[in-house]
Nanobody
Framework: QVQLVESGGGSVQTGGSLRLSCVVS????????IGWFRQTPEKEREGVAN???????GYADSVKGRFTISRDNAKNTLYLEMNSLKPEDTAMYYC?????????????????WGQGTQVTVSS
């Protein structure tokens, strides 16, 4: 059984930083694509960042230069380092993984999802 468990969310002020973690069981973080989505009640779910089996990373334009995705294969854990946070980064952040194509990952067609961790950025 595959489980993705996120943690690290919280409330910060504009310009602050947070580090999200996603502990994975039953699935290797070095397999296929794994990464982060976010969603608010007002917006559709959007892909934030992902990393593939070779370690190549991809980012949404809105977070490039501020967020960094990484993984620890030994701990089977995925991370998202978020710096220079803005109020528009406020959302529930989800870890998502799947044996899908690059395009389908960004479309949200992932096999596995976590329960989410809330990030709130105040101005």
């Amino acid at each position: 059984q595959v489980q993705l468990v996120e943690s690290g969310g919280g409330s910060v002020q504009t310009g602050g930083s947070l580090r999200l973690s996603c502990v994975v069981s039953g699935y290797s973080v070095s397999s296929y694509y794994i990464g982060w989505f976010r969603q608010t009640p007002e917006k559709e779910r959007e892909g934030v960042a992902n990393i593939d089996g070779a370690g190549r990373t991809g980012y949404a334009d809105s977070v490039k230069g501020r967020f960094t995705i990484s993984r620890d294969n030994a701990k089977n854990t995925l991370y998202l380092e978020m710096n220079s946070l803005k109020p528009e980064d406020t959302a529930m952040y989800y870890c998502a993984a799947g044996a899908v194509t690059f395009s389908n990952w960004w479309r949200g067609a992932n096999d596995y999802w976590g329960q989410g961790t809330q990030v709130t950025v105040s101005s």
